[in-house]
């Protein structure tokens, strides 16, 4: 069901760049346009993915393992996007170490939240002495700090 | 055969072979952390030269480009992280092997193919360098457009039993890779007025999420109780066996490597995939290929080290640099008053054969680092627990895809890319041919629009001119084989199934 929706999406999505590159300038340079490349890939996406609903549909491709996100991975997906805002609010040293204090509680196998704080914090300032300290690469001290 | 030697006596002082080492260890290290690659050491490191005399400073930029390209295979293997693009590829069977805890193993044998292609290249090009220049001349923008395609296709036959899914993967790259500024009328594609869209999507931030983030979300799912083996030490070494058994695929790669090298911007990311898709397809067992197979390892490692000695032929005969890092030598050959070109490779022996002694010092160095620096890394890698691992591989994704430039826009992208390589793979869309072609899709795109554009739309002129013919024959041989490969593959296994069911 996953693939084949995966499928409709991309077709949706070809069929929208195959519209979208219409409004590309220039279109009477034929391949010099912009719009050139786009509509060619766009096609032969939209149409494989059709080849590829019909090869689900005749049951081809054998049977479609049942897809199963457990939640602990949907919530590292979300702390994940907040760790990069929250990097952008409070810099690099806070916002590290609370990401990985949390992804590492999702799957502390009973571990204490003590033990996880340590290792979190070891990790983080390991990455910061290569990054910062050894390399010289911008880490950023956030907006609230600057 | 005199000039050779006089050359290399005048190269070999305690000073250039201190930059050696200094390079390729730089580069080892460097290209090993996820985020940062060979080009961003030598763009680190070059600003040491400005004062340096011209052989010092090829010594060092020459073993960092040649350590980068081996230490990115240390992250492939370890953490499921290319350090460079080119090193996607060793991920496939590094990190199973690393998961079967014989890390120590796949990096030794990573070690002594990336030296065996790299010396095996530099031997090759120090006899033939004057004879491929002429024949690099005879390229056009038709023969690269299809030498990206059957890089392309290359991927996509490895895609194991769905090559739809690979196709479908592999345009998915081609449609990131159109995000941005138009390479021919600078108009912008698709960027929905974000400014920092107009540069399109950068590649090292894009492949970091889809194999290390992405991996960092599969190893969630798993959770701190999957079983993961104990690197035994003693299980670690190779023996002279291993060696042997995989001669021929480091004999193949080296040469694919060495013929990719010298075509320009083909760079070493087709000739890992080029040197493990032709080693699946000549091997015995070629469904053994992904599970962690030595082979599996050697064929990538071999071509992609084999490449830097073929990208100073088009370098030095014309001034075109193969990639990113070679583009960096030229500016360093021009700050010093060499300008390379056709005249140069005969009249400025004394600085074109010392190049070639020094990859044949970094490629010997590189050796001594990785049998011996490096696994005991990968030692303490594997006594980390799964919780630590879990959290150090979501960190660097992040860190890594920040790292790359220092905006946190390419953390992001990093993200977006971890979610959508980890859901695709859910499904059974692999992400290799996807990751190939967010790289070969600008450089593919811009090859095949200036060939309609010069031939007023003829598209047979991709088809009939002499070289570019041959690759087409030779992409359609080798999709004809992969899918009898497969097919093979598939038989095998339904009758494994059959016998199990009995």
């Known amino acids: ?146 | 055969m005199s000039g050779i030697l006089e050359a290399f006596a005048t190269a070999l002082t305690p000073m250039n072979l201190l930059m050696v080492a200094l390079g390729t260890a730089s580069g080892v290290t460097l290209g090993a952390i996820p985020g940062l690659t060979a080009t961003m050491a030598i763009a680190i490191l070059i600003p040491f030269t400005y004062g340096f005399q011209i052989l010092p400073a090829t010594a060092l930029m020459l073993g960092i480009y040649c350590g980068g390209m081996y230490g990115g295979s240390i992250a492939a293997i370890l953490i499921r992280v290319p350090g460079a693009p080119c090193n996607a590829a060793t991920a496939l069977d590094g990190y199973p092997m690393a998961r079967q805890g014989l890390a120590g193993r796949a990096i030794a044998m990573s070690t002594i193919a990336s030296a065996v292609g790299g010396l095996f290249s530099t031997a090759v090009l120090l006899i033939c360098v004057a004879g491929l220049a002429r024949f690099v001349l005879m390229f056009s923008t038709e023969e690269y457009f299809v030498l990206t395609v059957f890089g392309v296709v290359m991927v996509i036959s490895l895609s194991g039993r769905s090559m739809t899914r690979g196709f479908i993967s592999a345009l998915l790259g081609l449609v990131v890779g159109q995000v941005g500024l138009d390479p021919i009328l600078p108009h912008p594609r698709f960027t929905f007025g974000v400014t920092n869209l107009l540069t399109g999507f950068p590649v090292v931030p894009v492949l970091i999420g889809l194999f290390c983030l992405s991996q960092g979300f599969h190893m969630l799912e798993e959770g701190a109780t999957a079983s993961r083996p104990r690197m035994v030490y003693a299980k670690q070494r190779l023996a002279f066996r291993d060696l042997w058994a995989v001669r021929r695929t480091l004999l193949r790669s080296s040469l694919i490597g060495t013929l990719v090298g010298i075509v320009p911007a083909a760079g070493p990311n087709i000739a890992a995939f080029l040197g493990y898709s032709e080693a699946r397809r000549a091997s015995r067992q070629p469904e053994a290929f992904g599970t962690g197979l030595l082979e599996g390892i050697a064929a990538p490692e071999a071509a992609n080290n084999a490449v830097p000695a073929g990208a100073l032929v088009p370098l030095l005969s014309f001034g075109i640099p193969g990639d990113t890092v070679t583009a960096i030598l030229l500016g360093g050959l021009l700050l010093h008053g060499y300008t390379p070109g056709p005249m140069m490779i005969r009249e400025n022996v004394e600085l074109i054969y010392p190049m070639f002694l020094f990859l044949i010092l970094a490629n010997l160095c590189m050796l001594v680092i990785g049998l011996f620096g490096v696994r005991p890394v990968a030692r303490l890698v594997g006594l980390a627990g799964n919780r630590l691992l879990i959290g150090a591989v979501c960190m660097f994704g992040v860190v890594g895809g920040f790292a790359y430039s220092g905006q946190l826009t390419e953390a992001l992208i990093t993200v977006l890319f971890g979610i959508v390589g980890y859901f695709l793979e859910k499904i059974g869309i692999p992400i290799v041919p996807m990751s190939i072609t967010v790289i070969l899709g600008p450089m593919m795109e811009v090859y095949l629009r200036q060939s309609l554009i010069a031939s007023n739309g003829d598209v047979w002129t991709l088809v009939f001119r002499p070289i570019a013919a041959g690759l087409w024959v030779l992409a359609a041989l080798m999709i004809w084989s992969s899918v009898r490969v497969n097919r093979r593959i598939a038989q095998s296994a339904a009758a494994l199934a059959a016998s199990e069911s009995n």
């Open chain 1, 1 to 146: 069901m996953y693939l084949v929706g995966t499928y409709l999406v991309l077709m949706a999505a070809a069929a929208g760049i195959y519209v979208g590159a219409m409004s590309f300038p220039a279109r009477h340079l034929g391949p010099a346009g912009p719009g050139f490349f786009p509509q060619l890939v766009a096609g032969v996406l939209f149409s494989l993915c059709l080849w590829g609903l019909f090869l689900s549909w005749a049951g081809a491709e054998g049977p479609q393992p049942r897809v199963r996100i457990p939640p602990r991975v949907l919530l590292g997906m979300g702390v994940s996007l907040l760790y990069i805002l929250s990097m952008e609010l409070v810099g690099y040293f806070p916002s590290t170490l609370l990401f990985v204090f949390l992804i590492m509680s999702l799957v502390r196998d009973g571990a204490g939240y003590g033990r996880l704080a340590a290792e979190s914090l070891a990790l983080t300032a390991i990455v910061f002495l290569l990054f910062r300290i050894i390399l010289k690469t911008y880490l950023p001290l956030g907006i609230l700090f600057e």
